[in-house]
């Protein structure tokens, strides 16, 4: 967390509270040092766009206003260093247009455009949201004027004059005191077909339609000629307008729309600064029409007729604005000069608006000499050329470094520790098997811990998570039950089972079974491991041979002799012996192989009999 | 009237209406066309508004001149002077109130007149025509009073000097004869084809047209138009127009001429050609400007076309009547 010190807060304290004098003060105080260089030291670099933008949203717009000049010092240089450039560009942006939202244009336009220069200035150039890019027009800008005749401010006028003399005699009329009735003759063709000229300036891509066309054609002859026949005084009306300008010292005035009044007509037509907007309007639209946009849609081109025509005509509104004095000349060549710029913008744009910044081209650095009083910030940073990033301590050093980069760590196989169905669920399998016998209340998914961890696992791992089933769940467990047992259908049976032993033994003794060409078919009965039954029957036949039988099972001599010392019965040491040897054999210890050490040990009635059974 | 006849009209004379709201102009065939301008003016006027509202034929021959009185509109052409009043002309009533005729020497050849002025301040008519007096009629009474003797050539054009109560007029004898109208004399004679500086031998030495404005003369037609200080009787500047003018009027500052060439030349008091406006006809004859009503203060001209410009504002042309 940064911290305020004391003057930020009092002006932020101080912006609240009603003096005029402490406001402005303080907030000087404040705006003054928040963009410099110790503020990274202090706060992460987001921190003071965020605090200007509230500043602002609080402000009214006359405290704003009033205020400007402290903006003005807080952006000296009009940018903003690189840091603080990619933190708040976008505050700035937001900042801005909130307050151009707020501020009216025609009101505060010196305001106005000083934020647009300003976020003219932070964006480079060839930042394209504040390109117009697709060449759009403000067809919003609609020049209103009096199409219909009833409307004509003429007519209403003297009407009310009418009303109000009536008394007066006619002498009167239209003295001082009430506006006189429309004393000049008004041409009204000129003024309909001359200001319908603006809708086409406005709307440039209307020209490519070939009513409009004629129609713009029309108008346009009629108002250059006009213009052409109706030269410009020089010396007189417009030298004294401009002194009279200057000695009144008066604002300049801003108007962002013609006045269109049919009255004023006659003024404007005289008017050698009015002429130069309308021409200009001109070039600037020959300019477009002529011109490669890429945005253009393609059935917006020009035929040989009117493009003739458009030659004509520029070459006489050329002459037209050289003849507009006061140093027409000048200003036609400026205007020339200007227009020829715009074809490189325009160029510029159809490429796609490159930025002008070169890249600096890959020069090998000067090597840094090796000795250095301080240990460079980008060694420290991981940036240097051992690319460690050091701890501080050794040891620290050493274990950050094992992997740097945390997200590339967090990425490495050893983490992962979702285990696999299999391995999870491979002691629910098993309790599932009815074989087992598990209780339930034993069960392992019971375990409401195991069983969240099921499902978890169970989402990440197996599809039929997501498979839509009707069977109702009353709980948990029995849900898990369930999928368990799915899951062991479909798991590949790699846990041992003994079936697939004895298969496989099964084979085995297969190929010694044809080899000796007895009954195979009793085989199968032959894998079942010995009983106790069975052993009961064999110890009685063997009595005392049985240690023969143990010569033939390889018993160690100590096991004999712990059996002989076990017990005197003859029988029980026979029976004795089959135990060990079966708990020996395990497995192993089939009918079969006793069959064979029976026979081996020569005792081949017993195995015969056996082999019988 | 068919087309060709349209085609070879040429409009000589125009006045406005004392109310200022109607326009008189005579052509060549003898007619008088009424145009109705708060008509032509209003915003809604359509292609009818600039048709006459009434044409009748007025004399035999040309129409060479026209002047308003307060009351009555009096036309001239071919020897006989016409009144009509303009209160009947607006309802469309095409009698004559009066048609007189001045004391011609000769009975068998009728001279035209060609110009007209009235004197408001003995309520007289003065009339200059094909000759080479100038008559003086009492409007009152209806009599020729008196004779003005001295030009050699048929008189284009006449001027009235108010306060001195001076006449000028210029004739085909390149001469301009300055009158006094009580005495009856001829005061000064201006030969301006003989000043070098006006002079244009090439298109002979007739004045056709006469202006004057308190110590100011301008006169021109064969010579260059040029302007006169009277007190000293010499020009003062002379323009550089190239065709001869018939008509020249003071207005404020400027001066507007018309005449050979399709266009009405604002001149500078200074001699300097200010700008030329393009006009309908190849030549215009007639000049006039409505100063009598703030409304329909327009300026007309008219010349070899069944066209009348109106300039609205005088520095281009807003519109144009026809005949």
């Given at each position: 967390?940064?911290?305020?010190?004391?003057?930020?807060?009092?002006?932020?304290?101080?912006?609240?509270?009603?003096?005029?004098?402490?406001?402005?003060?303080?907030?000087?105080?404040?705006?003054?040092?928040?963009?410099?260089?110790?503020?990274?030291?202090?706060?992460?670099?987001?921190?003071?766009?965020?605090?200007?933008?509230?500043?602002?949203?609080?402000?009214?717009?006359?405290?704003?206003?009033?205020?400007?000049?402290?903006?003005?010092?807080?952006?000296?240089?009009?940018?903003?260093?690189?840091?603080?450039?990619?933190?708040?560009?976008?505050?700035?942006?937001?900042?801005?247009?909130?307050?151009?939202?707020?501020?009216?244009?025609?009101?505060?336009?010196?305001?106005?455009?000083?934020?647009?220069?300003?976020?003219?200035?932070?964006?480079?150039?060839?930042?394209?949201?504040?390109?117009?890019?697709?060449?759009?027009?403000?067809?919003?800008?609609?020049?209103?004027?009096?199409?219909?005749?009833?409307?004509?401010?003429?007519?209403?006028?003297?009407?009310?004059?009418?009303?109000?003399?009536?008394?007066?005699?006619?002498?009167?009329?239209?003295?001082?005191?009430?506006?006189?009735?429309?004393?000049?003759?008004?041409?009204?063709?000129?003024?309909?077909?001359?200001?319908?000229?603006?809708?086409?300036?406005?709307?440039?891509?209307?020209?490519?339609?070939?009513?409009?066309?004629?129609?713009?054609?029309?108008?346009?002859?009629?108002?250059?000629?006009?213009?052409?026949?109706?030269?410009?005084?020089?010396?007189?009306?417009?030298?004294?307008?401009?002194?009279?300008?200057?000695?009144?010292?008066?604002?300049?005035?801003?108007?962002?729309?013609?006045?269109?009044?049919?009255?004023?007509?006659?003024?404007?037509?005289?008017?050698?600064?009015?002429?130069?907007?309308?021409?200009?309007?001109?070039?600037?639209?020959?300019?477009?029409?002529?011109?490669?946009?890429?945005?253009?849609?393609?059935?917006?081109?020009?035929?040989?007729?009117?493009?003739?025509?458009?030659?004509?005509?520029?070459?006489?509104?050329?002459?037209?604005?050289?003849?507009?004095?006061?140093?027409?000349?000048?200003?036609?060549?400026?205007?020339?000069?200007?227009?020829?710029?715009?074809?490189?913008?325009?160029?510029?744009?159809?490429?796609?608006?490159?930025?002008?910044?070169?890249?600096?081209?890959?020069?090998?650095?000067?090597?840094?000499?090796s000795s250095r009083k301080r240990a460079a910030p980008e060694d420290f940073l991981g940036k240097g050329p051992e690319r460690k990033i050091?701890?501080?301590?050794?040891?620290?050093t050493r274990l950050w470094n094992l992997n740097p980069d945390n997200m590339e760590a967090c990425k490495s196989d050893s983490r992962e520790f979702m285990p696999s169905l299999e391995d999870f669920f491979e002691e629910a399998i098993e309790q599932a098997d009815p074989a087992n016998m598990v209780e339930d209340e034993y069960k392992v998914v019971r375990n409401s811990n195991y069983g969240w961890r099921a499902l978890r696992l169970l989402s990440r791992r197996s599809p039929h998570f997501f498979q839509p089933t009707n069977q109702q769940f009353k709980s948990l467990d029995e849900y898990l039950e369930n999928m368990v047992i799915k899951l062991a259908k479909e798991l590949p049976k790699d846990l041992p089972s003994e079936e697939i032993k004895t298969g496989e033994e099964e084979d085995e003794n297969g190929v010694s079974l044809l080899k000796t060409g007895s009954d195979s078919l009793q085989a199968g009965l032959q894998n079942k491991p010995v009983t106790n039954s069975q052993m009961d029957e064999i110890a009685g036949k063997l009595g005392d041979g049985w240690r023969l039988l143990a010569d033939q099972m390889e018993m160690k001599a100590s096991e004999v002799r712990e059996i002989e010392s076990d017990s005197e019965d003859v029988d029980l040491q026979a029976k004795m012996l089959l135990v060990a040897w079966q708990d020996r054999e395990g497995n192993q210890a089939t009918m079969e192989s006793l069959i064979t050490a029976l026979n081996a040990a020569g005792f081949t009635a017993i195995a015969d009999s056996l082999s019988e059974a | 009237m068919g087309p060709v006849e349209l085609l070879h009209m040429s409009v000589f004379s125009q006045s406005f209406s004392p109310c200022g709201r109607f326009l008189a102009a005579g052509n060549n065939y003898g007619e008088i066309a009424i145009f109705s301008l708060s008509a032509a003016l209003s915003p809604d006027a359509t292609d009818l508004s600039q048709k006459p509202i009434l044409t009748f034929t007025a004399h035999e021959g040309p129409v060479f001149t026209l002047l308003s009185t307060d009351t009555h509109l009096l036309s001239a052409g071919n020897g006989e002077i016409s009144a009509w009043s303009w209160v009947e002309l607006t309802k469309r009533s095409t009698k004559a109130v009066w048609t007189r005729r001045p004391n011609y020497k000769s009975s068998l050849e009728i001279p035209e007149i060609n110009a007209m002025i009235i004197n408001p301040k003995d309520n007289s008519l003065i009339v200059g025509g094909g000759d080479n007096n100038i008559h003086i009629m009492d409007m009152e009474t209806g009599t020729f009073k008196s004779v003005l003797q001295g030009h050699t050539d048929y008189i284009h054009?006449?001027?009235?000097?108010?306060?001195?109560?001076?006449?000028?007029?210029?004739?085909?004898?390149?001469?301009?004869?300055?009158?006094?109208?009580?005495?009856?004399?001829?005061?000064?004679?201006?030969?301006?084809?003989?000043?070098?500086?006006?002079?244009?031998?090439?298109?002979?030495?007739?004045?056709?047209?006469?202006?004057?404005?308190?110590?100011?003369?301008?006169?021109?037609?064969?010579?260059?138009?040029?302007?006169?200080?009277?007190?000293?009787?010499?020009?003062?500047?002379?323009?550089?127009?190239?065709?001869?003018?018939?008509?020249?009027?003071?207005?404020?500052?400027?001066?507007?001429?018309?005449?050979?060439?399709?266009?009405?030349?604002?001149?500078?008091?200074?001699?300097?050609?200010?700008?030329?406006?393009?006009?309908?006809?190849?030549?215009?004859?007639?000049?006039?400007?409505?100063?009598?009503?703030?409304?329909?203060?327009?300026?007309?001209?008219?010349?070899?076309?069944?066209?009348?410009?109106?300039f609205t504002n005088f520095s281009y042309r807003a519109f144009s009547l026809s005949f």
């Open positions: 967390m940064f911290e305020f010190n004391e003057s930020e807060v009092d002006g932020l304290h101080c912006v609240v509270c009603n003096s005029e004098a402490e406001k402005k003060n303080t907030l000087d105080q404040v705006l003054r040092g928040v963009l410099e260089e110790q503020i990274v030291s202090i706060c992460s670099a987001t921190t003071p766009f965020l605090l200007l933008g509230d500043v602002l949203d609080c402000l009214p717009l006359d405290q704003l206003l009033k205020s400007s000049p402290s903006w003005r010092r807080m952006f000296p240089r009009g940018n903003l260093c690189n840091s603080f450039y990619s933190a708040g560009k976008n505050y700035l942006l937001r900042m801005c247009n909130d307050l151009l939202r707020r501020l009216s244009k025609s009101q505060n336009t010196v305001f106005c455009g000083r934020i647009q220069l300003f976020l003219a200035r932070l964006f480079p150039l060839s930042e394209k949201s504040g390109l117009n890019l697709q060449s759009q027009f403000n067809l919003d800008n609609i020049t209103v004027f009096n199409k219909n005749e009833q409307e004509s401010t003429l007519g209403q006028q003297s009407s009310e004059v009418k009303e109000d003399g009536m008394e007066v005699e006619e002498g009167e009329m239209g003295d001082e005191d009430a506006p006189a009735p429309c004393s000049i003759p008004i041409d009204y063709n000129l003024y309909r077909k001359f200001w319908t000229l603006q809708d086409y300036f406005r709307n440039p891509v209307q020209c490519y339609d070939k009513f409009s066309w004629m129609t713009f054609v029309k108008f346009s002859d009629e108002t250059l000629a006009v213009f052409k026949s109706y030269k410009l005084d020089d010396t007189q009306a417009s030298k004294r307008k401009l002194e009279e300008m200057r000695t009144a010292g008066g604002e300049h005035v801003y108007f962002a729309k013609f006045l269109t009044s049919e009255k004023l007509m006659d003024l404007q037509l005289s008017d050698s600064n009015f002429r130069r907007h309308i021409l200009l309007q001109y070039l600037i639209l020959f300019q477009y029409l002529r011109g490669q946009v890429k945005f253009k849609s393609s059935n917006c081109v020009l035929n040989d007729d009117q493009t003739a025509w458009m030659e004509d005509t520029t070459k006489l509104v050329y002459q037209l604005l050289r003849e507009t004095p006061p140093d027409g000349d000048k200003f036609a060549g400026m205007v020339e000069h200007i227009l020829n710029t715009e074809e490189n913008w325009n160029s510029w744009k159809n490429e796609g608006c490159p930025s002008f910044v070169k890249e600096r081209p890959a020069e090998t650095k000067p090597t840094r000499p050091l701890m501080g301590n050794e040891e620290l | 054009c006449l001027a009235l000097k108010e306060r001195e109560g001076e006449i000028l007029s210029g004739g085909e004898d390149g001469a301009v004869r300055i009158w006094d109208s009580r005495t009856r004399q001829a005061v000064h004679c201006i030969e301006v084809f003989k000043y070098e500086e006006c002079a244009r031998p090439q298109f002979g030495k007739w004045i056709s047209c006469l202006a004057t404005d308190s110590d100011w003369m301008l006169c021109g037609g064969g010579p260059s138009l040029s302007l006169w200080h009277l007190r000293s009787m010499s020009p003062t500047s002379v323009f550089p127009l190239a065709g001869c003018q018939r008509e020249a009027v003071f207005h404020q500052d400027v001066i507007f001429a018309v005449g050979e060439g399709p266009h009405v030349s604002h001149c500078l008091l200074g001699g300097s050609v200010k700008a030329q406006i393009p006009c309908t006809s190849p030549s215009l004859n007639t000049l006039a400007l409505n100063l009598s009503s703030t409304e329909h203060r327009v300026m007309t001209a008219a010349g070899s076309s069944d066209k009348i410009d109106v």
